[in-house]
Every structure is written in structure tokens, then in C-alpha cells.
């Protein structure tokens, strides 16, 4: 008897061992990175990794406090039974590790063609006691388990359908007592069963994830912070260099191109010595929050100093910037409240204007001096 107890006893510590020992692995993982995609990434690969949790399928959800909802951030697994098959016989006869499997190039190439993670980018979950159960999961800040018929039938709903969840556990990302959002994991492929043991591990690395997003929100709040412009919130000058140099390093390396911007008011002195700094301040304020509603989610655009704005338009060829150029040139233009204010814009574009940053750069100031010195209002590249 005394043999069965210390048995017992060992494998409960080699478990307990093995248990802390991946733990470990993985909070080292999520402290090589401060990224926020990079952190989900290697949330969800750990929590899918035969080195790691071992599930089938894990999917995120973050709160949107202003919203007051979920929403779907990302999501990783195979797509079919075939493609599961496939990515574990690979993992299992490469040896692969967690450290491999949290590559860039692996994180890139996966989410791009993941159908799960498209899924999940789509889904918006109000946060309400009828929105199912993922929002109730933020709503009462612990974990809930699907493993049974009458369970599964209640779960039913579009989400369900969508994920085409069958069994089930969501548990909720905390940080400083405070839900953050929720973590969805199955065995969608294999049918293993989802045992407590399964789940409190989950919840101690759930830990470990609530906190690992909320240092990488904390910390992208700083860079922003830091690098905006107190008058616009554009992003500053310094941060624009900065920009235009990793843009322009990127671009060389995929063999891509982008386009750049130089604008500047037109008879800004004329108006500021005219009506004074405070609606010279006005007006630049105004411009900005116009090039923030004109401008795509991709472009990047930054006030470059004074009176003069820059926009990266990346992934943009010189015809379709000279469009968009426009857009911007006619929105100031016939603004209401902008009246007999006007811009002019200089363009130029990676790599036919140039190779360097500097170069490019140079080029988009020389079409702005030639835009200005032509009459204003216009559009030179």
C-alpha cells in the first residue's frame, strides 16, 4: 500500500514537474517580444503545441472596453482532419519545438491562408449575458467547459456554427483582476476529451497570457504616446523618419514599392501673422484630423514639422498615390470649415524616384517646391 502511495505520489510530482517546466518555457517565449501580434502568436502556438498544451484548435478574443465587446484578434489550427494529419506528422518527425514553431516566417506564412484565423478576425461579441458563451466567460471572469450534449445544445448559436465548435473550454485572460479577454481551445480533430487537468493548466497559462498582452498594450500606449505630436496626434517627425526608413528597408527586402507625400498649407504665415498662432494652431489641427479620414488605415501620416505633413503610403505605385493625392488636395480644398485654405502636394514613390530614404525624400520636398512655386493648390510629383 505504502509502494501504491509513493507511486502515486512520484507521478503526481513528475506531472506537477513537467507541468511548471513548460509553463516556464513558454512565459520565456512571451517575454522575447513586446509586439502585440507576435504575443497572441505565441499564446496560441503554445497552447496548440504537442511541446505545450497540446489543443487541436485555440482561438483569442480581446475586450474592447469602448465598444464593450469582443472581438475576434486571431485564431490557429488546421483547417480539415487532412491539413491536421499533415502539420502534426511534419512537427512530430522534425522534432520541431516551440521556439521553431514561434518563427516569423511560420507565424506569416500560417495566418495568412488560415481559414480558422479569418473566421475569427470577423466575429464581434457583444458583452452580455445573451451573447453566449464566450461573452459570459468575460462577463463572470472563469472558465467553462462544453463536453456535454445537453451543454453543446445550449452553446448553439452563430458562433458555434461559424467555428464549428463541438467540444469545448473557454477560460478568461485576466490582468490585475481584471478580464482582458478570453481564450477558446478544442480538440476539434483528434476528439480527445478535455480533462480538468487540461483545464487547469490552461487557466495558469491564461495567467500568464493576461498579463503578457496587457505589459504589450502598456508598452505599444508608450511608443505612441512618445512618438505622436502633441497638437495633431499625428506621429511626430522623429518617429516619421524612423517610419520612412523601416518602409523603405522593407520594401527593398520584398521587392515591393510605396509612395510618399510632402504637403504643406498654403500662405500659412500670411493667415498666422494675420489671425494669430491660436487659429494657425486651429487650422493645422483641423488639416490633420482631414488627412486621418482621407487616408487608408495602411498609410502612415505624420506632421513633418511647422506647417508641413507627411504621408507613407505603402504597397502604392505612383498612378494610384496621384488619386489619393487628389482626394486629400480636394478634401481641404471644399471644407466648410476650412474656407480659402488650400494645400499643396509633392509626390514621389520607392524605387523609380530613388533607393535610399533620403533620396526619396529629397524627391517628394523637390515636387513640393515646384507645386508651391507653380501656383499652390496643386499636386506636383
Not at 505599444?220 to 523601416?246: I, K, M, P, R
Request: proline share 2%; with cysteine.
Amino acid at each position: 500500500m505504502d509502494n501504491a502511495k509513493d507511486r502515486t505520489y512520484q507521478e503526481e510530482l513528475a506531472k506537477t514537474r513537467t507541468e511548471l517546466e513548460m509553463l516556464y518555457e513558454i512565459g520565456n517565449a512571451m517575454r522575447t517580444t513586446l509586439n502585440l501580434e507576435e504575443i497572441l502568436y505565441i499564446i496560441l502556438t503554445a497552447a496548440t503545441s504537442h511541446t505545450g498544451l497540446s489543443f487541436n484548435r485555440s482561438m483569442l478574443f480581446l475586450v474592447n472596453k469602448k465598444e464593450n465587446r469582443l472581438e475576434g484578434k486571431m485564431g490557429i489550427g488546421p483547417d480539415s482532419a487532412e491539413d491536421a494529419s499533415k502539420i502534426w506528422t511534419h512537427i512530430e518527425k522534425n522534432k520541431i519545438g516551440l521556439e521553431e514553431l514561434i518563427g516569423v516566417e511560420t507565424q506569416l506564412d500560417h495566418l495568412k491562408k488560415s481559414k480558422l484565423n479569418q473566421a475569427i478576425k470577423s466575429i464581434k461579441i457583444p458583452i452580455r449575458e445573451n451573447s453566449g458563451i464566450i461573452a459570459l466567460t468575460a462577463l463572470e471572469g472563469m472558465p467553462f467547459i462544453i463536453n456535454t450534449p445537453e451543454a453543446k445544445q445550449k452553446v448553439k448559436d452563430e458562433y458555434s456554427i461559424l467555428l464549428d465548435l463541438d467540444e469545448f473550454v473557454t477560460v478568461p485572460l485576466k490582468a490585475k483582476d481584471n478580464v482582458i479577454g478570453v481564450l477558446l481551445a478544442d480538440n476539434r480533430f483528434n476528439q480527445k476529451p478535455i480533462t480538468t487537468d487540461a483545464i487547469r493548466v490552461l487557466t495558469m497559462f491564461a495567467n500568464q497570457a493576461g498579463l503578457a498582452i496587457e505589459n504589450s498594450r502598456l508598452y505599444e500606449q508608450t511608443v505612441v504616446l512618445s512618438n505622436s505630436d502633441s497638437l495633431t496626434g499625428l506621429w511626430n517627425h522623429g518617429y516619421f523618419q524612423y517610419l520612412l526608413g523601416e518602409e523603405t528597408k522593407k520594401s527593398a527586402l520584398v521587392k515591393s514599392y510605396f509612395t510618399l507625400f510632402m504637403i504643406d498649407i498654403d500662405n500659412f504665415k500670411t493667415f498666422n501673422d494675420t489671425y494669430g498662432h491660436q487659429a494657425g494652431d486651429n487650422i493645422i489641427r483641423k488639416i490633420s484630423e482631414i488627412f486621418r479620414d482621407v487616408s487608408r488605415k495602411i498609410d502612415i501620416v505624420a506632421r513633418y514639422g511647422g506647417e508641413e505633413f507627411a504621408v507613407i503610403l505603402p504597397i502604392t505605385k505612383k498612378e494610384e498615390a496621384l488619386i489619393l493625392a487628389e482626394r486629400i488636395r480636394k478634401a481641404v480644398e471644399t471644407s466648410p470649415s476650412l474656407k480659402n485654405i488650400t494645400i499643396s502636394i509633392g509626390v514621389a514613390s520607392y524605387p523609380e524616384d530613388g533607393q535610399k530614404k533620403e533620396d526619396i525624400l529629397a524627391r517628394a520636398d523637390k515636387a513640393l517646391y515646384e507645386a508651391k512655386r507653380s501656383g499652390k493648390n496643386k499636386i506636383c510629383a
